[in-house]
């Protein structure tokens, strides 16, 4: 444990600092001590009358101790071995604690995902697919829920390796009852979540879970999905990612099967048997242009997610950003704005954006959400 870790667990786990403000705060600063340091300012500039609250160093070094102890280990953003799939997203998880084996995160990955009140030959189908998959030596991603997730998991188990991203801390098993089966995939594959360790998972927290499902794959397969469900959003991001979208068709009479139908009507590749998903896999995200970071985080001339963002505004820049907190706060509202839409309905610079909604985050009136979305709180 350094000193370093313990002030990148603190930063990121401030109140108001999300993925897309860890980002550039961490870009914007000699270190995490230093961001910390400036972020009372970058607070009271977006209106907030008081600090952020920012964990002590102590609570932080407990939160790494406990992860350790637990068999596991935490990896940040920008480190060697984090993901490098989900490196390739414009706004990556700023922290990811991980229990298990740590390449099976870095290798080639297709999720899966579906309806938890599955039918038997939903669940059928989805544990062959990821048997199959997983003989192929993918690593077959899921979310560790009931129905789908869980015979996805199984599947993979007989004859490779999976991976369970959860929504809770990693010593919180959701459902209870698949504890066991986190075991079983942390032997075998990992468990990986952005939730603190002890945090017992909640509804707010399945977006970011399902954002690691998305991140961490090439592409995403979606089984029996009804037209609201937690697996439209995990394919949502995924499309957002510029991942492939694979479906597998369902009967019109079942409901379950409306969104993964529908997904099959907008041109996901329709899947019958592990041969479909493998012929439309990319090999390499990186060469065939996949995850193109979007214009707020663009940089370099090639689009890549790698490219860094251009810097915060400084604590007393000339810049006078209120004008441009009032013009977005009056953009925005409590359903999600893409942050492009945001840049371009403005007519304000990039840069002034970024610095005016990092401000306005950590004040807490405005809050960053996976895939590039920004709210109004």
């Known amino acids: 444990m350094t000193d370093q870790s313990v002030d990148?667990?603190?930063?990121?786990?401030?109140?108001?600092?999300?993925?897309?403000?860890?980002?550039?705060?961490?870009?914007?600063?000699?270190?995490?001590?230093?961001?910390?340091?400036?972020?009372?300012?970058?607070?009271?500039?977006?209106?907030?009358?008081?600090?952020?609250?920012?964990?002590?160093?102590?609570?932080?070094?407990?939160?790494?101790?406990?992860?350790?102890?637990?068999?596991?280990?935490?990896?940040?953003?920008?480190d060697e071995d984090y993901p490098p799939m989900m490196a390739l997203l414009a706004d990556p998880p700023p922290v990811l604690s991980v229990l298990g084996q740590m390449p099976a995160l870095h290798g080639r990955a297709v999720g899966l995902v579906g309806a938890r009140n599955a039918s038997a030959n939903g669940c059928r189908m989805a544990e062959?697919?990821?048997?199959?998959?997983?003989?192929?030596?993918?690593?077959?991603?899921?979310?560790?829920?009931?129905?789908?997730?869980?015979?996805?998991?199984?599947?993979?188990?007989?004859?490779?390796?999976?991976?369970?991203?959860?929504?809770?801390?990693?010593?919180?098993?959701?459902?209870?009852?698949?504890?066991?089966?986190?075991?079983?995939?942390?032997?075998?594959?990992?468990?990986?979540?952005?939730?603190?360790f002890g945090t017992a998972p909640q509804s707010r927290h399945f977006p970011r879970r399902n954002r690691i499902i998305a991140g961490l794959s090439l592409g995403l397969v979606v089984i029996e999905a009804a037209l609201r469900s937690g697996s439209l959003i995990t394919a949502r991001l995924a499309i957002e990612?510029?991942?492939?979208?694979?479906?597998?068709?369902?009967?019109?009479?079942?409901?379950?099967?409306?969104?993964?139908?529908?997904?099959?009507?907008?041109?996901?590749?329709?899947?019958e048997s592990a041969e479909d998903v493998l012929a439309n896999l990319p090999a390499d995200p990186r060469r065939l242009g996949l995850s193109r970071t979007p214009d707020f985080a663009r940089d370099g001339a090639d689009g890549f997610a790698d490219a860094k963002p251009s810097r915060p505004e400084p604590p007393g820049a000339a810049t006078d950003l209120a004008g441009a907190q009032e013009t977005l706060l009056a953009l925005l509202s409590p359903s999600p704005s893409e942050l492009d839409d945001l840049v371009r309905r403005s007519s304000l610079p990039t840069p002034v954006v970024m610095a005016?909604?990092?401000?306005l985050e950590l004040a807490m009136r405005v809050e960053f959400m996976p895939g590039n979305r920004v709210v109004r709180l």
């Not at 510029?242 to 899947?271: I, K, M, T, W, Y």
């Open 241 to 271: 990612a510029d991942r492939e979208l694979f479906a597998v068709p369902g009967s019109p009479l079942d409901p379950r099967c409306r969104g993964s139908n529908d997904l099959l009507r907008q041109g996901a590749h329709l899947v």
């Open 8 to 78: 990148r667990l603190r930063l990121a786990r401030t109140e108001g600092v999300g993925p897309v403000t860890y980002r550039r705060l961490m870009e914007g600063y000699a270190s995490a001590a230093e961001a910390i340091d400036a972020l009372p300012a970058i607070a009271r500039a977006g209106g907030r009358p008081t600090p952020p609250q920012v964990p002590s160093p102590r609570d932080a070094a407990r939160e790494l101790e406990r992860v350790q102890a637990a068999g596991g280990r935490i990896v940040f953003a920008g």
């Open 128 to 196: 062959a697919l990821a048997t199959d998959l997983a003989a192929a030596k993918l690593v077959v991603v899921s979310g560790m829920a009931r129905g789908i997730d869980a015979a996805a998991h199984a599947g993979a188990l007989h004859v490779g390796v999976t991976v369970a991203a959860v929504a809770g801390g990693l010593d919180q098993p959701y459902p209870p009852e698949h504890a066991g089966l986190q075991a079983r995939i942390a032997e075998r594959g990992a468990v990986v979540t952005e939730a603190p």
């Open 356 to 359: 005016a909604l990092m401000q």
